[in-house]
Every structure is written in C-alpha cells, then in structure tokens.
C-alpha cells in the first residue's frame, strides 16, 4: 500500500479524511485513492485551493457596487476570472483572478480607491476543505420524520381522522409560506430592477394547496410587458430626448444587453440566472436548463430551505393552479385525499421524480388523478371540467394559447356535492378504482370526468384509393403507458413520461392496498396499541421477489402466466389508424397481429420447433426418455435440410428478417426467408401461418366467451436463456458498440436477439438439454387491461429447466413480441 497524505491509521484499519470513510485494509485504500469519488474530491480541494490563492478580500464596498465596478477597477493588476459579491450584506466581495501574480500585485500596493471610496484589501483565508455528506443527514431526518408520524397516526382514532393529521403534518406552515411570499416580493423587486415591468408569479404546490414542507416553488416570471417596454424605449430612443425612462437609459439595465422580442429561451434565462446569482440574497446554485420541455431556472434558497426553478414560458400552468384551488375550495375531501395519496406513492416509490423528469408519477399528475377519480364516484364529488365552464359566467370566460380556460372564479357558484362517502371509504374505493383501471384502452380526462377510449384519440385512417392527400391530423396527445389529459391543455398527457414498469408497479400496489383496506387493521384502530389504518399503508415498499410469497408461510403459488400489453404508441402509424377505425373490433385484429409475432419470437428468435402435445403425453409425470422428442425435432430439422418446402417453413427455425436492420444478420438460411405481413395487408395470413405450424391445431379458436384465443406446443432444445447478457455484451462489443458495457435491454433488437440465440445453440451443435411446453393465449379487455394473457404448461422438463426458462421468457417474451408489432 502506498502512502497518502489523506489516509490515516486508525484502531480499526484505515480512514480518508478528505473523503471522511473507513477503510478496512491496505487494497481496499488502494482501490479508494483510485476510485472516483475520492479523486473528485482530490481534484475539487486542488481547484480550490488554487481559487483561494488567486483571490483577494475586499472590504469597504458599498451596498450598492455592482460587480462590474470591481472587474474595471481590479483588471489593472491582471485579468479578473470571477467576483464574489457578498448578497447578504453587499459590504464585500471575493476578487478572484487568473494568476496568483496578480494578487501580489494587489497587495503590493498600499492605497486602493475605487469610485473615491477607500478599499481594505487582504488575501482570501484559506479554509479547511470539508465534505458535507448531505444525503445521509437527509435519509436519517425522513426516516425520523415517518416514525413520528406513525406514532402520532397510530393515537388518532379513525382513519378519517389520520388523514387530516396526515395534512397537518405535511403541510406548509405559516412561516413557511411567509417566507416564499417574502420571497417572491424580493424577487419581483430585483427582476424589475433589471427586466421593468416583469411580473412573477408563483404556481404549483406552493400556492395550490397542496404543497408540502419544502416542496419545489414555481415561479413564472412574465416579460410580456417587459417586452412591450422595450419596444416603446427603443422608439422613443429613436427620437432623442422624448419619453426615454429611467430604467432604460441606466447603464446598469441589463435591458440594454438584449432584444426581448428576438432573443432565444435560452438567452433569456441566461440573463435571470446571473440576475439570481449575483443580486438575491441567499440563493445560490443557481442552473439555467434550456433545453428541458419547460425550460427553466434552477435555484436553492439557504434560509428557507428550498428549491425553485424559474420559468418564462408558462401561462397555463397559472391557470391550473387556480384550478386545482378552485377544487380544493369546492370539496373539503380533496386535499387530505391527495396528501394521503401523495405520500403513499412516494413511499411506494412510484411518485416523485427527484429532478423533475423521470419514469415516476409527477404530483401534478397524481393530484389530477385523484380528482378523476373523485369525479368518477356515484354520485361525483367533483364536478367536470366542462360543467364548470357551463357555470362560468361571461367575465369569467378565459381562453389561454387557444385553450378554453373558463371555469367560475367562485366556489360558490358551484353546487356542492351530494356525495357522503367519507375519507376511509374514498381511499379505499381510490385503490380498486385504478387497481384495475383500463390504462392501455382508456385516457384519463378531468375534462370530461369519464374515460375516453384511447381510439377517439388515433389519427384518421389515410386516404383508400384517390389518392387524394388526407389533411394533417391535428397533434393529438402523447399516447403513454397512462394517459391522464391536462384539464385545458388537452394535447398534454401530464402522465407522458411515465415508465411501464411504473404503471405496473403503481396498479400492483393499488390491488395490496385495495385488499389491505379490505381488512380490519385498515378500519379500526389496534386496542393492543399496534400499527394499524394509513401507518401499514405508508410502509415503505420493499423489493419482492417474484414468485414469492410476502410472509413466511405465505407462499403464492406461482403462475406460468405472462402477459403481452396493448400499446398503441407501440405499434406503427399505419396499424395504428387501421386499429383507430376497427371500433370495438380493435382487440380481435390486435390479437391477430400478437400470435404471430409470438410464433415468430418462439420460433425464429429463440429457435424453438414446434411440435404436438400428445407427443408428450404423460412425459412430465413418468419422466419418459428424451429420445422420442429429440427424434421428432431431428426430424423437424431434416424437413428444413431439404424435402417438402411447407413443412421445412413449419418445423425449422428460420432466419427471416423482421425489418431493415434484420439485413445485417448473415442467414444461413437465406432460401426460407418469409416476409412478415400484418393483419393490414394479408388479413388471413397469422391463421395460414398457424395452419403450417401446427397442422393438428384448429384453425381458428375461441375462448368460452367468444373472445379469441390461441395454442402452440414448442420444443426447445437449447438453453437459450443461459448466458445471454454476456453473449450480447460480446456481440455488441465486436460490432464496435461503445456502448456495448451500459448493454441491451433484454428483448430489445429483434435481430440483436436473434443473433445471440445463434452463438448460443452453435456452441452445442449436439444439445441434450430438452423442455417442451404449451402455451395458451387470450386477448383479455373490457374493463380490464387489455393484454394477450399467455399461459405455460410444461409437457417435459427432465432437467428441471422449465422455470429458468419461464424466468426468462417473462421479460423477454412481451418485449421481443412488442419489437416485431413495431414493424
Ligand atoms: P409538480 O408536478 O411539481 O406538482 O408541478 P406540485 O404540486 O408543484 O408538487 P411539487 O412541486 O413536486 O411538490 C408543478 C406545477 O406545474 C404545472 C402545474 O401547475 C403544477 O401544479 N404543471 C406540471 C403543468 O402545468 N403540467 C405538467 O405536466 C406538470
């Protein structure tokens, strides 16, 4: 072990005192020293100790001196890199300069005036480096702030009552909220300073009622008549001496620096980031992002503890606060609804983007969801969108970037509810609500207070056979995994950024807690003095593993059950508008396309064959030689050498192409290539394609209620499923994919995939291992989800690799399937 001037010898092994660990032995501070963290660090207290010895302290300043002042004055003894004014107080400043040449220069000099006024001039004090390890200071306070909730929770008497204890400890305080109105004050000061006649105005939790300790505040800072100012300026600056302002003329107007009428976002912003970072007090990390969806201005405040972000461009969403206050006034059951609902998804991890975007729920979008929901109840407890326009009256009328805004300014105008379920019923109906919601058929519209079919939002079908050029669509929603419509925006699906995973995890744990809110440790209150109503509810989620039982004893059995999603954003364009004109027709045709991409996975991709179930009749209980069924996919294989051209298409895996980049792949099988055809061009063709497979099977078959379903019976003679991430990582790295470490999702490239499943059956060019298995298909929809359910069963498994391999298929599978539909 080397020695390093940061690691000391302890009692216990080692310790980094830059990066403030322990370390237990001499490899492992070797890996330390090396690693990232601590040559950050390393790098960090080397820029600022060079930061340090460049700089001087200024004091003797007054209040009002810009750092502009101090960059002219101190560029004599050598170029300025940056100047530190102190906000607070503005008596000092930090010069900082290139060379540390230039501060002997300074201190050389016994006398220095700036502006007639006398400066102090010293060296800048070196300051001991110190890491603040903020992250487990935060965990450790959340985790404090849950177990008093949960005692104060557990003391109340119903779960009425916990859930407006659950508002009084989440929301803002009055001190809080003073301080973001002090705040936003201060700011409307300093940016009319700069930017005359600026407004800015909060929005969002700050001022909707729903916020909670140190949430975000949003702020929109209007320029529009920023912007009409200037243009008067610069007119009447064309005729000197007539009309010009104050603000105009001032040297110091940043107004002068910039055309408001041409500049970009990006400038702007850049312009309210150095306004916030060198004249607010207290606000520091300071970020312009321009080119997020809204771009915006990151900023911390330190006193009172939070995280703003400025945006220029963002009326509407002036307008859904007022809404959502107009809400929370209408029905008191709102707002400890949402709170609840809000911090039960945060501790499930499904809500809560720490950076904004992100695969989780925003709270904007979960709080819309709640008030759907709400409006969805028999009888409603809010009223929607659109009926609250019809109770507006004509002052009240609002349309913003053409959307109609209007809605009564006055909860008064709007007739209360005749609904009395109270809060522990509304939760409950909450979860069994969306447990089983039909995302994928459905869009959410507060609007409309019901779900719309997802098809009324397709483009329309193309032009038949004029020719005729069909009119632009006009830009519907971004048709997620959820979609949940913006109350007036209504090409804005709030939910857009919204992962799969998300929305099964988010409707998995509203069937827990539906099925928790059905037993008695929800309702009552535990005599023994034991958690019971939200405090189980708020438990954080813990990983689980699949096919395991919750508790000990508990064990589920496990289903060979897997499903393939209908995602219409999934599918191409074209599917899409024969799908948006099938009406009610759309899952049959849907179904269609998913069996023969699945048959086309099984066997192409993962080179199963097909075979028959009565070959394997009894095989899993007797446990009958393997021969039998090596023999029928030898002869499975011999049909694809050479002979008869149908069966050779059936029984052998082939190699065709699913799409362009299917080319790339060499095909030892070139002969047998088949196109893939939808359902659009070749309506009949999944069943021809069934009927070569599976000549025994029935054509065309039905589920008991007329829905329809599908079989197939497989044999697979490799372990298609071992090994594959690294076999992939190689094949990507050979290819030169520099991204070849940060790797494939499984079942992401179709011909990636059919690549890999090649390198691993030509390693065992005499392979012994053997799983047969049926599989079952249903197009299931309605009111449900709708999904092609796939149900496995076994037919012979002698080396007990069946649920390796099921593991496996179940991410692969509806993933691989999904690539081919998007073809
Ligand atoms: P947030 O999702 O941040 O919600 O959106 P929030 O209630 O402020 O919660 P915090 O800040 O995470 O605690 C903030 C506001 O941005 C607008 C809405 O006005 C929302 O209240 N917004 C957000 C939109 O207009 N559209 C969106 O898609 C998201």
Redesign the pocket.
Known sequence: MEAHPDIQTTQKGFRCTLCDVNLPNGPTVDAHVKGRKHQNLFRLRATRKEQVQNSVFVSGIKPNTLSTHLINYFQQFGPVEDVIMDKEKGSYAIVEFEEQASVSAVLQRSEHVMNGLKLRIKQRESKEFKVVLKRKQDAKNAHVNLDALSQELCRAASVNEQMLRVVESFQLNENERNGRELLVKLLQEVFTEFLPDCEIHP????V?T???HS??M?LFLDLEKTRSFQARSKTSSEQPGEGQSEDARSEDSILSDIDLSTATAAEVLELVAAVLRKCVPGVHKVQPLPTARLPVVKFSHRNLNLHGDITIK?R???R??RF?QLCSELDSRLRPLVFTVRFWAKQKQLA?NPF?GGPLL????L?LMVMFFLQNRSPPVLPSVDQLKNMACEEEECVIEGWDCTFPSQAIAVPPSKNTEDLCTLLAAFFSFYATFDFSASVLSVREARPVPITSFLPPAAPQSDGARAPKPPAGPRLGHMTVL?PF?LR?N?AGNLSERTLKSFQRECADAEKYCRSLQYQRKSAKGKSWGLVRLFAPRCPTVPGAGGKPGEGKERRLELSVPFRLAALPDAVQRQLGTAGERFREQWFAMVRVALERVFQEVLGCSPAQEEEFEGQMDTSASSDTVAMDTAKAEEASRGGDQSEAAAAAPSCSSADASFDSVTSPQAGQKRAFTSVETSPASPQEKRRRLCPAEEEEEEGADGAPSASWCWVQRHPVWAGRRKVRRDLLKARGDSDAGACQPEGGGVAMELLVTRHITAKQPDPHDLVAFKVGADVVGGSENTRAVLRFTPLCDHKGHFQDFFHFLEIFLPKTTEAFLGK
Not at 362 to 365: Q, V
């Open positions: 929005f969002g939790s700050t909707n729903f916020g909670v949430c975000d949003d963002n509407l969403a002036l859904n606060t959502l809560g904004g925003n709270n904007y979008a709080t913006d925006e804005h709030v």
